[in-house]
C-alpha cells in the first residue's frame, strides 16, 4: 500500500517526517525491543534529523509545544544504518554518515556500537561485501533467505528519479540476490554503495522525502506515468508487504493532484 502526504513547506515537511520517525520507533520497540533504520543522504533529510536531535520545545509557528523529539525516542534501542553512502572518508562532506552524525547522532544518546555504516572509505566493492556481512550478522540471516526487514527506510529522490544510490540505467535497479553493491555512477564520477531493490522492498515502513519545485516534474512522472525503472529508479521501490509513504512538500507536489495536509 502508498500513500502520499502534502505539506505546505519544507518545514512542515520536516516536522512531519520527525513524527513518523518517533512514531515508528516507538511502535518498534513496544513490540520488538528495538528499531532498525536506514537513514537517507542527501539534503532534503538535513532538517528532520536536525528536529529529531532536538529537544526543542517550540513548534513550528514558534509556539511553545512539547515535541522534544529527542526526547521521545528510545535512542539506545536504535540502530542506525544507510541506505547509501559515498565512496569518501566518514569525515568528508560528502559522505551520508559524515552528515548524520553531525547533524543527529552526535547529539543523541546512542550507543556507538548501534551505529552502523557503510565504510565508504574502503574499496568499494569491499565496503559493499562488508555492509552486506553487517545485515547477514545482525539480521541474523543469509543471502537467498528472506531480506533482512529494517522497520523504516528513509529515502530521498534525486532530480533524475535515482533513489538511494539506485541510478538510471545501472544493473543495481534490478538486483535480486544481492543486499549490498557498490557501483561507478559516470554521471557523478564517483564510486557509491547502496542497498538493492532486495532489501528496501522488505522493509516494514519505506518513507520518501521529497521537497522543491525541482522534484516537481519528476515526481509526478515517477507516480504517475508509466513504469519505466530503468529510467526512474525510484520506481523499483514497492515494498513487498511493506508501507510505502511518500511526503513531500506542496512544491515537489505541484504536478499532482494531492489535498495539502
Ligand atoms: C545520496 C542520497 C540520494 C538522495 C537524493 C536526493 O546519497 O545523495 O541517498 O539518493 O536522497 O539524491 O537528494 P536531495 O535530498 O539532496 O535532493
Known amino acids: 500500500m502508498s500513500e502520499i502526504k502534502v505539506y505546505p513547506d519544507p518545514t512542515s515537511l520536516a516536522w512531519a517526517a520527525a513524527e513518523h520517525f518517533v512514531a515508528q520507533a516507538t511502535e518498534a520497540v513496544a513490540a520488538r525491543g528495538l528499531f532498525t533504520v536506514a537513514l537517507s543522504g542527501g539534503s532534503t533529510p538535513r532538517s528532520t534529523y536536525a528536529l529529531l536531535a532536538s529537544a526543542d520545545n517550540a513548534d513550528r509557528s514558534g509556539r511553545q509545544h512539547p515535541r522534544e523529539f529527542a526526547l521521545r525516542v528510545d535512542w539506545p534501542r536504535v540502530h542506525v544504518f ?153 520506481q523499483i521501490v514497492r515494498p513487498t508487504d511493506g508501507q510505502l509513504l511518500w511526503l513531500v512538500d506542496a512544491a515537489a507536489a505541484a504536478r499532482l493532484q494531492q489535498e495539502v495536509e
Not at 516537481?216 to 529508479?233: C, F, I, K, S, T
Open 82 to 234: 544507510w541506505g547509501d553512502e559515498r565512496c569518501v572518508p566518514p569525515d568528508h562532506t560528502d559522505s551520508n554518515y559524515c552528515m548524520g552524525r553531525e547533524v543527529l547522532l552526535d547529539h543523541v544518546p546512542i550507543p556507538r556500537r548501534n551505529v552502523h555504516r557503510i565504510r565508504g572509505e574502503m574499496e568499494p566493492e569491499q565496503a559493499a561485501n562488508e555492509y552486506e556481512r553487517t545485515l547477514q550478522s545482525f539480521f541474523d540471516a543469509r543471502p537467498g533467505e528472506p531480506s533482512p526487514q529494517f522497520d523504516l527506510i528513509l529515502l530521498g529522490m534525486g532530480g533524475d528519479g535515482h533513489t538511494a544510490s539506485l541510478f538510471p540505467g545501472t544493473a543495481s535497479v534490478h538486483e535480486e540476490a544481492r543486499w549490498v553493491v557498490a557501483h561507478y555512477v559516470d554521471k557523478l564520477s564517483a564510486w557509491r554503495v547502496t542497498l538493492t531493490p532486495v532489501v528496501v522492498n522488505a522493509a516494514a515502513h519505506v518513507t520518501f522525502l521529497v521537497a522543491g519545485a525541482g522534484k516537481a516534474e519528476r515526481l509526478h512522472q515517477v507516480l504517475a506515468g508509466r513504469y519505466q525503472p530503468d529510467v526512474l529508479p525510484a
